[in-house]
């Protein structure tokens, strides 16, 4: 683990010392990228950590330290790090070839363990990522329906696609840059705890294709549903005659084997997965009732091609490397073992946490999370984002990573692969950085 740098010094100094190299490759990145970043996610002050290698519940910075992860590959890494059977799938079949341009076996098993899985999957399509998985369920779905809407709610991520771009976080009045108003205008968002504000929207407006959230509140639980609330929008849905469809690309073999849809016995129309599904490759699939997804075939009917198919190409659709690992990942999350595991360790986590702040009579603070998730809210005010200090957020990281652990941010994802001694070495680092913060006047 990193040795904390005592706080003798200023926390961002101490990290500036620490991430020497880091710091340097930064430099470089910063005439490549912009901002030096590849994902907006991953954009950090002062300067984020590069990673060279990972195992299990750790990785290992270019400065040769070693952290504790709770990114999990953006939660693609249920199973952690360079899991035996999920690096042997790969390796076999990286040999045998990584593209065939062909079908192949690998991609029909992959489908049966989706189909054998997930309730609602009759037939699947491959994908790339979750954002192509959104944009190919939200083109069907306006397909088989003949309408043009799109209900989604506050703050629930869908990928960044024009179509779910609705300015979460920044505003919900206007467009984000470079999104067409009449795109902007198709979409509908709502809050994720008003049924009859939805039934009021689905009745008045005939013109809905397709309502869709993230079955466990935006971003993995970050802001939480009532209960009842998926199984009401699943009548609601019937009742109007709107596709309902549930976005599993976090929640999809986290929440239980078939997803947040066999934890909450609903079966949406259309469900989209992504990260645990494609075993730690990239990958996504779009699943659902057979009569939807059937808009994808191909006949020999110029009425049939030129009206109701939907076109649908790409270069690494079922990639037979993300095959090889989506079988092996799927094969060991259907015996339920690891996600009660990963959740277990969240749990913990998040008692520790509490413990830690109620320690440090920060009662502002809170922790909470459901499944596999742990967030963190530094404010009593409903109304301040969990994101909006940024200067805090990034502090609590540089101190979390000066500690030996990499939080993203003000949340963090745990896996099979973490340890009771992680936790506890986290809840630590946690109760150190929080009084280097309050030394410092930050909380
Ligand atoms: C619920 C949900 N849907 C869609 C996406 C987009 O997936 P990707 O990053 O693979 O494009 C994400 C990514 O985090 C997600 O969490």
Redesign the pocket.
């Known amino acids: 683990m990193t040795a904390p740098a005592l706080q003798t010094t200023s926390l961002e100094e101490a990290y500036h010392r620490t991430f020497l190299r880091s710091y340097a490759l930064y430099q470089r990145a910063l005439k490549r990228f912009p901002n030096g970043v590849t994902h907006d996610g991953r954009f950090m002050l002062p300067f984020p950590v590069y990673v060279n290698r990972a195992d299990g519940s750790h990785k290992w910075t270019e400065d040769g330290h070693q952290l504790i992860d709770y990114w999990m590959g ?2 693609a890494l249920l199973l952690g790090h360079g899991r035996a059977e999920i690096v042997a799938a790969v390796t076999e079949q990286a040999a045998r070839g990584t593209h065939y341009g062909a079908c192949h076996e690998l991609e029909i098993e992959w489908a049966d363990w989706i189909t054998k899985l997930v309730p609602c999957a009759e037939t699947v399509r491959f994908v790339s ?6 944009l190919m369920a939200i083109r069907l779905a306006r397909t088989f329906t003949g309408r043009r809407k799109v209900v989604k709610f506050y703050g ?5 696609h024009d179509n779910v771009m609705d300015g979460t976080g920044i505003n919900h009045d206007h467009p984000l840059p470079g999104v067409l108003p009449e795109v902007f205008d198709s979409l509908i968002s709502l809050p994720s705890h008003d049924l009859n504000r939805v039934e009021d929207t689905l009745k008045n407006d005939s013109d809905i294709a397709v309502l869709m959230l ?1 079955p466990t509140g935006a ?2 639980g970050g802001v939480e549903i009532p209960d009842g609330f998926v199984t009401g929008l699943r009548e609601l849905t019937s009742k109007y005659g709107v596709l309902f469809l549930m ?5 999809g073999f986290r929440c239980a084997p078939g997803g947040a849809q066999e934890h909450f016995g609903v079966k949406p129309d259309l469900t ?1 997965l ?2 645990i599904v494609a075993g730690g490759l ?1 990958g ?1 699939a779009v699943a659902g009732r057979a009569d939807i997804m059937s808009l994808l075939e191909i006949r020999l009917d110029p009425v049939w091609q030129a009206n109701r198919k939907m076109v649908h190409y790409g270069t690494f659709n079922a990639c037979p490397l993300s095959a090889a690992a989506g079988i092996a990942a799927l094969k060991i999350v259907a015996t339920g073992r690891d996600i009660a595991l990963a959740n277990e360790r969240a749990d913990t986590l998040r008692r520790r946490f509490a413990e830690v702040l109620a320690g440090r009579g920060l009662e502002n603070w809170h922790v909470f999370g459901t499944f596999s998730g742990v967030k963190l809210s530094y404010s009593n005010d409903p109304r301040v984002s969990r994101r909006s200090n940024l200067a805090l957020i990034h502090a609590l990281r540089q101190g979390m990573l000066l500690h030996g652990v990499d939080m993203v941010g003000v949340d963090g994802l745990t896996s099979s692969a973490h340890t009771p001694q992680d936790i506890e070495h986290t809840a630590q680092a946690f109760d150190d950085t929080l009084a280097w913060l309050q030394k410092e006047g930050k909380i």
């Open positions: 953006h939660g990522s979750g954002t192509e998985a959104t629930h991520y869908h990928g960044w993230e971003l993995f976005d599993e690309v976090v929640t989209t992504a990260k990239p996504g």
